[in-house]
């Protein structure tokens, strides 16, 4: 009797194809087939005083680990099962800014768009002054990266803008710092994802990527515009394995590793575009799986206004799928 070896979710395949899976539920692909999606695991977290509106589980250079979650209005420190309020001030924040967090050395830095930029090494946040406000962030190549930029001065969503080399605290332009902003207004829209990419950062419109490289004054950053009308939604849909950037681009799934994104979705890219709300595409949150090379993407589904639906893809295989559960943040 042959072996028929399982093709994984692949919904937009031939259904008479022997091993492709046309529906499933708590499936993933693994490296023999597919396999159980891991279950639920009580945390003995206390909940949150609202709903997560980011995390992170950040690395000290002793190697310790700081983890966060934030609602709109506070930012907490997770230890022990509970959480500890490390709000350095009164947050605004908005119903729909998320936070973003970025470690610089032993210094976590977080954002939201809205209110004024925080730090802390310890204990709790405290307002960084010289940082300008933006929905996005990063840190690459001896730099924190914004995008996005909410600053009074300078307020532009299709605004890029580094810190001094290696001094997250300054950022007045200065070609003798390094510090220096920018556009990218080759094509309309705001900057939706920033991502770190190696030594470069990728920066996603809806329908464009630019690639920011290091050149050193007096350009300081010089941004390429990548081939085709190719972009992301969200920023923390934009997953990377160490190698390259995995994304929903809209109309299939892919893979950019700094040259051009290549498409990775024919087995299920037609199924999610019709199975996903579009107007919810903006709010995709995704995380990578190391141990089992595994990245999960959480969707708003049709008929629903959260993130209740999970596809999965496993990055060796090139396998799909699916682990519905709902959440709040990745």
Not at 136 to 147: D, I, P, R, S
Not at 195 to 210: D, L, Q, T
Request: glycine share 10%; proline share 4%; hydrophobic share 40%.
């Amino acid at each position: 009797m042959a072996i028929v070896k399982y093709l994984g979710f692949a919904p937009d395949m031939d259904a008479t194809t022997p091993g492709v899976v046309t529906d499933c539920d708590l499936m993933e692909p693994s490296l023999r087939g597919m396999k159980g999606a891991p279950g639920l695991s009580n945390t003995e977290f206390t909940a949150l005083a609202g709903a997560c509106k980011g995390s992170a589980l950040v690395k000290k250079l002793d190697g310790t680990s700081r983890l966060f979650a934030a609602t709109q209005t506070k930012l907490y420190e997770g230890s022990s099962g509970s959480w500890t309020d490390r709000s350095g001030s009164t947050y605004v924040g908005s119903s729909d800014a998320r936070w973003t967090f970025a470690q610089w050395g032993d210094v976590t830095l977080a954002q939201n768009g809205v209110d004024a930029a925080q730090q802390s090494s310890s204990a709790a946040f405290a307002t960084l002054t010289a940082m300008p406000p933006a929905h996005l962030m990063c840190t690459v190549a001896g730099f924190v990266m914004l995008a996005n930029v909410t600053h009074v001065s300078y307020a532009f969503s299709d605004a890029w803008w580094c810190s001094a080399l290696y001094d997250y605290t300054n950022w007045t332009p200065s070609i003798a710092t390094q510090c220096a902003q920018g556009r990218l207004y080759d094509d309309p829209g705001a900057i939706r994802a920033l991502k770190p990419i190696g030594e470069n950062v990728a920066a996603f419109k809806e329908r464009s990527i630019y690639l920011g490289q290091y050149v050193g004054p007096d350009v300081i950053w010089s941004w390429t515009r990548v081939p085709g009308d190719i972009g992301a939604y969200s920023n923390e849909a934009v997953v990377s394995d160490g190698l390259a950037l995995y994304f929903w681009g809209g109309d299939d799934f892919y893979r950019f590793d700094g040259t051009r994104p290549q498409p990775i979705g024919a087995a299920v890219k037609s199924w999610f575009a019709s199975n996903s709300d579009r107007a919810y595409w903006s709010t995709m949150q995704g995380s990578y799986d190391k141990r089992n090379s595994l990245i999960r993407w959480y969707y708003v589904p049709n008929g629903s206004s959260t993130l209740t639906a999970c596809i999965v893809l496993n990055t060796r295989t090139g396998q799909w799928g699916r682990a519905n559960r709902a959440i709040e943040s990745t």
